[in-house]
């Protein structure tokens, strides 16, 4: 399995000459496992990651939530419109609207020129929790701690195995953090996983001031990778006004305490092989 970080920013853009270490885009990540493409979400880093799979007949795109910051780059996705790709996009529906509904409401007018029902290609399927199968790829996804209705997945592989949460609040409500892990919100996807890439968007300071907005401070980040056994930790979704010298600075004090697993901050164009 081959993990490559395509857009590592979260809730908005941040492009710029302070963001180019990490990244500005929004999520996005290309997953290859034997011959099957998998996009974990489609943010503003989805765009550069249709030339990637240019030449391969089918794409699996899972959403993980309908946030704008992680399906805005959806029509931007060159093979979305090349009928000799298949296109197949999984995520929630919510409320009683499947994605087909949801998603339409901004691939089409006056959001987006082009309504998604017109693209011949792309096939989208309501997701719930539970596990199905893509090809040789068992993918594993249930609700976790975000506002709205939000998947995290767990994909596993010829022995190995990943998970992501990129917008995760697995400390809300709870007086000790971390808790139980079966009262431990999104434990059963990321326990013992080889990579977890997960949501540090806050500092504890900002957390104080956000609790309920849906997001991991850096030393919540740790405390689940710990608790959930994972082998790497991959620091995700970096807020939008971290710049690269102060995600730098995070980095290195995180690498400064002991750890049971590896740490990688999440930088665009980072590879993973598992």
């Known amino acids: 399995m081959r993990i490559l970080l395509s857009g590592t920013r979260g809730s908005l853009a941040a492009s710029g000459p302070d963001t180019v270490g990490y990244g500005g885009d929004t999520a996005s990540i290309h997953v290859t496992a034997g011959d099957r493409h998998i996009v974990l979400d489609a943010g503003s880093g989805i765009r550069r990651l249709g030339g990637v799979v240019a030449d391969q007949s089918r794409v699996d795109i899972l959403l993980t939530h309908l946030h704008m910051d992680h399906i805005q780059g959806l029509g931007f996705f060159a093979p979305m419109f090349d009928p000799a790709i298949d296109v197949h996009i999984w995520g929630p529906g919510s409320a009683g609207f499947s994605l087909e509904q949801l ?56 022995g190995k195995s990943m998970a992501y949460l990129p917008d995760h609040e697995p400390a809300l409500g709870v007086e000790h ?68 010298k102060m995600l730098d600075v995070i980095a290195a004090n995180m690498k400064s305490h002991p750890l049971p697993f590896d740490l990688i901050p999440g930088r665009a164009g980072t590879v993973i092989d598992v």
Do not use: K
Not at 122 to 130: M, Y
Not at 197 to 224: K, P, V
């Open 103 to 158: 998603l339409g409401r901004y691939l089409s007018p006056p959001l987006f020129p082009v309504h998604i029902r017109e693209l011949s290609s792309v096939e989208l399927h309501d997701t719930n929790p539970g596990s199905f199968s893509l090809g040789p790829v068992t993918v594993t996804t249930d609700y976790v701690c975000h506002p709205g209705a939000t998947f995290g997945y767990r994909l596993d592989f010829d």
């Open 177 to 244: 953090f971390p808790s139980e892990p079966d009262w431990t919100s999104g434990y059963g996807l990321m326990v013992d996983t080889d990579v977890l890439i997960h949501d540090a968007q806050y500092t504890d300071d900002e957390y104080a001031e956000r609790q309920g907005w849906g997001h991991s401070t850096f030393d919540q980040a740790l405390d689940i990778a710990e608790l959930c056994r994972v082998g790497t930790l991959v620091t995700f979704h970096h807020d939008p006004s971290h710049d690269d």
